[in-house]
């Protein structure tokens, strides 16, 4: 496919071919994921490149997961190509996924809440000092280098030695972010980083995202929330059932767009002339089928 075409969905798909000096880090050709006769992908065409970041939209059971798995090597693909600095992959661990330098920070966390903030920077990857057998943690290195970390991030906290557990939501999301950079992510995956914060907190941890794009990483921001996505993303996806609804640029589309079909704005057309039958019920404001596929 070259240039822009449209699906059936009249949304504007990208070329995924790179231009020369602008290969993506980390790019699904076609792919998919069939679980026996389940099809949970389908001809996902996505492109990650440094210093930009990538925002996949979509329902429940939209197929978010699934790409993620692919992405960080917990799944293999059965369609498609999976390409990492454009050489054809098949990551069978997490582990080979974080050699190539992709990281994925997961809704959970993955961290101990009554342990450190230092210790929890280190987790699974600790420092140490001293001859074999006699090796010991190096305490006062990790701390140093988790501040130093944390701050070139802009993020300050004045006590290393409290508990990540009582941290706030969006703190506890930033240092993830923080530890994975240190650690050489080029490319991020977030799930769903902002799902359960409060507007303030999910401002903090958009605001991570953004100087994450800024230090040059990769960032695939998996999201149900539209207006986060438009304040940071530079491309947007929208799964709907297994399949790429949406591939745009931002210049390309505008924040009411992005919602309509991260909303099923073509279900809710069709929604409208039922729900038009039942008195009492105001569908004005719904969209009409001709308003969706003119985006």
């Known amino acids: 496919m070259t240039g822009k075409e449209a699906n059936t969905h009249g ?3 990208q070329d995924t071919e790179p231009e020369d000096g602008d290969r993506p880090t980390v790019q699904l050709r076609n792919a998919g994921k069939a679980y026996g006769n389940i099809r949970a992908l389908h001809g996902v065409d996505l492109a990650v490149r440094p210093g930009q970041v990538t925002c996949v939209l979509g329902d429940n059971g939209a197929g978010k997961s699934t790409l993620i798995k692919i992405i960080s090597g917990l799944h293999q693909h059965t369609e498609g190509e999976f390409l990492v600095d454009g050489e054809p992959v098949h ?3 997490p582990r080979q996924a974080l050699d190539r330098g992709i990281a994925t920070v997961y809704q959970d966390l993955a961290v101990v809440p009554l342990m450190p903030v230092w210790r929890n920077f280190f987790l699974g990857s600790e420092m140490t000092k001293g001859p074999w057998p006699f090796r010991r943690l190096d305490i006062e290195k990790m701390k140093k280098t988790a501040d130093e ?3 070139n991030m802009g993020i300050v906290l004045d006590n290393l030695d409290q508990p990540i557990g009582t941290l706030s939501g969006g703190q506890r999301q930033c240092v993830a972010i923080a530890r994975a950079v240190y650690f050489g992510a080029r490319v991020l995956i977030l799930d769903e980083p902002t799902a359960a914060l409060g ?3 999910s401002g903090v941890v958009l605001k991570y995202v953004a100087a994450a794009r800024e230090r040059g990483l990769g960032v695939i921001f998996i999201t149900h929330n539209p207006h986060h996505a438009y304040m940071v993303g530079d491309h947007f996806s929208v799964l709907r059932l297994g399949t790429m609804e949406l591939s745009a640029e931002r210049s390309e589309i505008t924040l ?3 919602t309509n079909h991260m909303a099923g ?5 069709a ?6 039958q039942v008195r009492g019920l105001d569908v004005d404001e719904l969209p009409d089928a001709r308003d969706l596929t003119a985006l």
Request: charged share 30%.
């Open 11 to 13: 949304a504007i798909l």
């Open 91 to 93: 990551f069978t661990t």
């Open 149 to 151: 970390e944390l701050r």
């Open 199 to 201: 507007v303030k907190q």
């Open 256 to 258: 009411e767009e992005l």
């Open 265 to 269: 704005g073509t279900e809710l057309a």
């Open 271 to 276: 929604l409208k002339h039922e729900l038009s």
